[in-house]
């Protein structure tokens, strides 16, 4: 399995923008898609994720209600629509596929069975 995450990118402060995950496989439905970021000298940071099995998303206190998570399952794609970033969103973004659906589960980065290569996202103030 892989995933391929796309879409990032040097913006300003208020801007928006859309990652993407693209997974290489046909059961990519019977997974969580999450997301998880990493800014220079940090951990990696928990961001959202949607669960594959009643598609509940949760998001972290400082991505909420700015980012929203979906996912196309047809095109085996999901989607990180970021809206008034702020320079503090700035680190490398990574999309993961987890075989977990419960929120306890999925706030961790070890439940997680596949990542992507990480896409960068730098916001200027």
């Known amino acids: 399995v892989q995933l391929q995450a796309s879409g990032g990118g040097l913006v300003q402060a208020g801007d928006s923008l859309r990652l993407s995950c693209t997974a290489s496989i046909g059961s990519f439905g019977i997974y969580s898609v999450g997301w998880f970021r990493q800014a220079p000298g940090l951990g990696r940071e928990f961001v959202a994720v949607k669960s594959y099995r009643d598609g509940r998303t949760w998001y972290s206190d400082s991505v909420k209600g700015r980012f929203t998570l979906s996912r196309d399952n047809a095109r085996n794609t999901a989607y990180l629509q970021m809206g008034s970033l702020r320079p503090e969103d700035t680190a490398l973004y990574y999309c993961?596929?987890?075989?977990?659906?419960?929120?306890?589960?999925?706030?961790?980065?070890?439940?997680?069975?596949?990542w992507g290569q990480g896409t960068q996202v730098t916001v200027s103030s």
């Open positions: 993961a596929a987890s075989p977990y659906y419960s929120y306890s589960d999925l706030m961790s980065a070890i439940k997680y069975d596949y």
